[in-house]
């Protein structure tokens, strides 16, 4: 009798005691033999400081929830191919032992294609070298090669972490709501869960993700993994769980993206959604004993060139830097301006789960550094260049990020008057400023339907293209690389012999360029330097938000971090949110690159701002296109 329960029991237990388990009877998840539901919050670490990581567990810990997801981007664990990164802000390792410090289980959503609104999907731009690449599918060798190498690097790592094995892992996503995707190879599924299996064991749940929708759960369920749906307050649960029903008969139901507000893109409305029915549709979802993530619990920030881009009907819009999300905790991890939406979820999730009664970290200090006086500066150019008879893409050139200056020489051998001047740009990705012997032309956007103009030149002239990459594309057509990606024509002649040169950083301040890259004359683009004033004495750095108020689009350095792209004049995001750890003990130098205006006709004028209060909700053009 004794000898039967003890075998029983070893069956159940991993060799440390702990499982993690579906439970199909029963509808329910067994973790060490009991049912077991989890609420979980959505937090990317990287989209947070990793100073403030402790901070934000702490918070959605204090809300009750008794797990965490996160997604792996494979962006930034390989920017070239077979160079990885994991330190520093990359280091996902110690965001998985701070989780289980934090005593909260960890959902993990490693890809390889993530979405999450974030450049290129997670996927790293080197795909792109060859456009035609088949992405999200089983039908390309250097597709599914590119996956299987990054796969053998992350998931041993991650096995040790996995429940059974000591650590918080409970469940891993395979793909992301694949269904979606017009591939709808089941070869891709099968190929990822095999890749898994092998390093992770058989010992853990993986599971799909997919849209409460018929097709999509057509293409993005296999009978071998684990199902679960997606979908926000607008939806009734009972209909969307019914659905899943219909592809999984049995098991705990789950919504793994239960949507707490919704992501900006430039130049459309700020999304909101609204507190009360945020928790009343909750309360409903954990009354049928499901099991929720909520994406997200707090959205954090696009810092540097990592917002992904939108493509609605051929329309691209570029995702904001700040992906606040309207989420329970805000931007800077703080439980919004009223507490509202964090404390109508806090009040459901403790009806289903104990409160765990720890006082919530109060919000971050913010500091209010006030004006900060802007200078130009002479722009060196600070990296190699490329050159090519025919343009190449940014990613063909390895210049993966930011801008690229394409230089060439118009020489023209007939009379002037007999030409017409009409130059072609047809393929900007994403956004072209025009200069014709360093003075400055127009603007041409991939978006423009008209992308041909005249222009005046000598016979001798120098034509630069500057050309912004505003992020990749997250879903749909995602073989849409940056920089041109065809021919440049004057009169129809193909423009040919040109020189590259890749503008990502900060000029290097504290060395004299010998020549300016933008021209010496009072025009955009430049570079900007400013000193933020000190803390008093005795003050550690503080959060702030910087207000960019007169200005019109660029991108922003604080002592060489990249605190992300400006665009006040099409918002709605008007301040960039500035974290503590981003501020040195003195002698903080903030780097402004103008694009299309600076307020710096008069010196007073130019300046921008730091403020204690974000404003993302500023007023947008609803610009057609
Ligand atoms: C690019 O990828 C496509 C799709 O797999 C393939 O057919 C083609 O041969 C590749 N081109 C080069 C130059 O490798
Ligand atoms: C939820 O689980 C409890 C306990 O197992 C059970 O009594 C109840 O019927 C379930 N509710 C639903 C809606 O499935
Ligand atoms: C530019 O034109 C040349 C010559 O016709 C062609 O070989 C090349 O593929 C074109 N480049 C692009 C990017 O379209
Ligand atoms: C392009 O470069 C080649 C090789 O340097 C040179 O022979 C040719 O004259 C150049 N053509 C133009 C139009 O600049
Ligand atoms: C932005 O939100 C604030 C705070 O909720 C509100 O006072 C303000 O009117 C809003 N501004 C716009 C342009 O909607």
């Known amino acids: 009798m004794f000898a039967l329960v003890f075998m029983s029991f070893l069956m159940f237990e991993s060799a440390l005691g702990r499982s993690f388990t579906i439970d199909y009877e029963n509808n329910c998840f067994l973790k060490d033999g009991k049912p077991f539901r989890y609420i979980s919050g959505g937090i990317h670490y990287f989209r947070v400081p990793r100073m403030y990581w402790k901070d934000r567990l702490m918070k959605i810990k204090a809300a009750g929830l008794n797990a965490v997801q996160t997604y792996i981007p494979w962006n930034i664990h390989e920017p070239e191919p077979g160079v990885y990164k994991f330190e520093g802000e990359a280091d996902v390792l110690s965001f998985i032992k701070l989780v289980q410090e934090t005593g909260l289980l960890l959902i993990l959503r490693p890809g390889p294609y993530i979405c999450a609104e974030w450049e290129f999907g997670g996927f790293p731009p080197w795909l792109l070298k060859n456009a035609s690449i088949i992405l999200r599918s089983s039908k390309d060798p250097v597709y599914t090669s590119a996956v299987t190498s990054w796969f053998k690097v992350l998931l041993p790592m991650l096995r040790p972490h996995l429940y059974s094995n000591g650590g918080p892992i409970i469940s891993l996503q395979v793909e992301n709501e694949y269904g979606y995707y017009f ?187 006030g004006k900060i006086q802007m200078t130009k500066i002479i722009s060196s150019q600070n990296s190699k260049t490329v050159t090519s008879k025919y343009p190449k893409t940014m990613e063909q050139m390895g210049m993966y990020y930011g801008f690229v200056i394409y230089r060439t020489n118009i020489v023209i051998s007939t009379k002037l008057s007999q030409l017409t001047n009409v130059l072609n740009i047809p393929g900007v990705r994403d956004r072209a400023i025009v200069f014709i012997d360093k003075v400055r032309q127009r603007v041409v956007n991939r978006n423009d339907k008209k992308k041909f103009f005249h222009i005046k030149v000598k016979k001798q002239s120098m034509l630069e293209i500057m050309i912004e990459n505003q992020g990749r594309i997250i879903d749909g057509d995602m073989n849409d690389p940056k920089g041109l990606i065809s021919n440049v024509t004057l009169d129809g002649v193909i423009l040919i012999n040109w020189t590259v040169i890749h503008v990502k950083d900060p000029p290097d301040v504290y060395h004299e360029p010998k020549s300016d890259l933008f021209g010496a004359n009072n025009q955009v683009p430049a570079f900007f330097k400013g000193i933020v004033p000190s803390m008093p004495e005795g003050l550690s750095p503080q959060d702030t938000y910087l207000s960019l108020h007169g200005w019109e689009k660029g991108q922003v350095f604080l002592n060489g971090f990249n605190l992300g792209r400006y665009w006040p004049v099409e918002g709605p995001q008007i301040t960039l949110y500035v974290p503590a750890s981003a501020f040195k003990k003195d002698k903080n130098i903030l780097i402004v690159l103008e694009l299309d205006g600076a307020p710096c006709a008069e010196p007073k004028n130019c300046y921008v701002e730091m403020v204690t209060k974000p404003i993302l909700n500023g007023t947008v053009l609803y610009k057609q296109f």
Request: aromatic share 12%; net charge negative.
């Open 183 to 369: 591939t709808c190879d089941e070869k891709y599924l099968v190929f990822l869960q095999r890749l898994m299996e092998k390093y992770l064991g058989k010992d853990v749940i993986l599971f799909t993700t997919d849209g409460d929708y018929e097709s999509q759960l057509k293409c993005g369920t296999l009978p071998s993994l684990f199902s679960t749906v997606d979908f926000g307050p607008g939806t009734d649960p009972k209909k969307a769980f019914a659905l899943l029903r219909k592809f999984q008969a049995r098991g705990p139901l789950v919504n793994s993206e239960y949507y707490t507000g919704w992501l900006d893109v430039w130049g459309k409305k700020h999304q909101t959604t609204d507190p009360i029915l945020t928790a009343a549709k909750l309360d409903q979802i954990l009354a049928m004993n499901a099991s929720v993530n909520m994406y997200m619990f707090e959205g954090g920030t696009n810092f540097g060139y990592m917002n992904g881009g939108t493509n609605d009907n051929s329309v691209y819009l570029p995702v904001t830097t700040s992906y606040d999300y309207d989420a329970p905790l805000s931007e800077a991890g703080d439980p919004g301006v009223s507490n509202e939406k964090y404390n109508a979820i806090k009040k459901i999730v403790t009806k289903y789960l104990p409160d765990p009664k720890i006082p919530i970290p109060p919000p971050t200090p913010k500091y209010a550094y």
